[in-house]
């Protein structure tokens, strides 16, 4: 064997440490603060960057999942928060001051949009909005000042890609630093990192986490940029993750790769379903030969993940009376975990940009089978007809 371990290998095995009787997963260190036999003792461990002292900086078992995630992602280093938003707020403020601009993927996960474009305008940070899915409107949204270029492929809504080698190369050209937002895909399946990414942030809420019982968010990337993150953003705004909520995201990062693998059966059977009916427009998820950037999709992802959304006309009514009559998908916002899940929303998507709303699903882990059936009866009590066409096509 040669090369780096895979997904199922990493998350399988933790490296040993002597200190911990041989367990197997490293216990809660449900410890606030660590002590010492002596001044000297504690002066020590302080000085190390990697000492116990405590748990806002380090703790054992919230490290041991850092570890886990950076080399999941190929970074050298990593460092979890409290949410994903507090992971995606170390890594901006991070990465700029007062005076810089940032360029930013117009259809970005919503509340790290206004992040961005609204609250950090308080502090002298202008950003521009640019289609992601176009390099050359990204390019030309750069000014000198521009010292962050935040990306998240593919997006959550209308699942658009950024070519992420050619926007993190013409970035490092320019001096400015990207941040990739990689929960759609997660480390299983995309390694922005290796596609010349700085930074990659994860919503580890979603598949990392797999169960809908925790939150939290990482940060990964070189250790120089994340030892500067660790001493500002981390203790400084302090929204870093207790360690019950590591040990619990670390147990569900145990079979991340299979149910990766789960996903993505069930939503290529699910998407390749809704493709075949009449009265369903547009489908949108990259796994499809039918998406516009599947090509990239495949170039630089090994796989794709169990969300995905689509158009059926123009009745939002009718589409909430579908999505109302599902049973097996539940009505919610999240996605990543073992349930199945439905929403309603809307949002600008297309090139033009137009007004639009489609119905998002996320595919859990139940059989494909009866997913499809849920989701035709659904179709059939909001009185879709099979021999109607979506008119907007
Ligand atoms: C949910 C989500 C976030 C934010 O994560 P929280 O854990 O809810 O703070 C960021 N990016 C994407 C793509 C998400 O789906």
Redesign the pocket.
């Known amino acids: 064997m040669s090369g780096r371990p895979d997904a199922y290998t990493i998350v399988s095995h933790d490296a040993h440490d002597a200190k911990h009787y041989g367990a197997v997963h490293l216990p809660v260190y449900d410890s606030s603060l660590f002590t010492f036999r002596t001044v000297a003792d504690m002066e020590r461990e302080g000085n190390e960057p990697e000492g116990f002292v405590y748990s806002r900086g380090n703790n054992p078992t919230v490290r041991s999942l850092e570890r886990a995630l950076a080399e999941l992602e190929g970074g050298e280093d990593a460092r979890c928060f409290a949410?994903?938003?507090?992971?995606?707020s170390a890594a901006v403020l991070s990465s700029i001051r007062s005076g810089d601009h940032i360029v930013c993927v117009d259809q970005?996960?919503g509340?790290?949009r206004r992040l961005i474009g609204e609250y950090l305008r308080r502090y002298d940070i202008e950003a521009d909005f640019a289609d992601g899915s176009d390099l050359a409107a990204i390019e030309s949204a750069l000014r000198p000042n521009t010292k962050l270029l935040y990306l998240?492929s593919p997006?959550?809504l209308f699942f658009e890609l950024q070519d992420l080698r050619a926007c993190t190369a013409m970035a490092r050209a320019r001096g400015i630093r990207t941040v990739v937002?990689n929960?759609?895909a997660s480390p299983v399946f995309q390694r922005p990192l290796e596609l010349g990414a700085d930074l990659v942030?994860h919503?580890?809420?979603?598949y990392a986490s797999g169960h809908s019982d925790a939150?939290?968010?990482v940060v990964v990337g070189r250790a120089e940029a994340i030892r500067e993150l660790s001493g500002s953003e981390l203790v400084l705004l302090g929204s870093v993750m207790p360690p019950q909520t590591a040990s619990l995201i670390h147990r569900g990062l145990r079979t991340l790769p299979l149910r990766m693998e789960r996903h993505q059966a069930g939503a290529m059977a699910v998407a390749a379903y809704l493709e075949s009916l009449p009265f369903v427009g547009r489908v949108r998820y990259p796994g499809l030969p039918s998406h516009p950037q599947h090509e990239l999709a495949r170039a630089q992802m090994s796989g794709f993940g169990g969300l995905l959304s689509f158009e059926a006309g123009r009745d939002r009514e009718k589409l909430a009376r579908f999505v109302d009559a599902l049973t097996y998908f539940r009505i919610g916002f999240?996605?990543g975990g073992y349930e199945s899940l439905a929403s309603l929303q809307e949002g600008c998507a297309g090139m033009p940009r137009r007004k639009t709303h489609a119905v998002r699903l996320h595919v859990g882990l139940e059989s494909p089978d009866v997913l499809i059936e849920d989701l035709a009866q659904a179709f059939r009590a909001a009185g879709f007809d099979e021999r109607e066409r979506d008119k907007d096509e």
């Open positions: 949410t994903g938003m507090g992971a995606i970005a996960y509340p790290a998240e997006t959550s937002d929960t759609w942030v919503s580890l809420t979603k939150m939290g968010g999240s996605w």
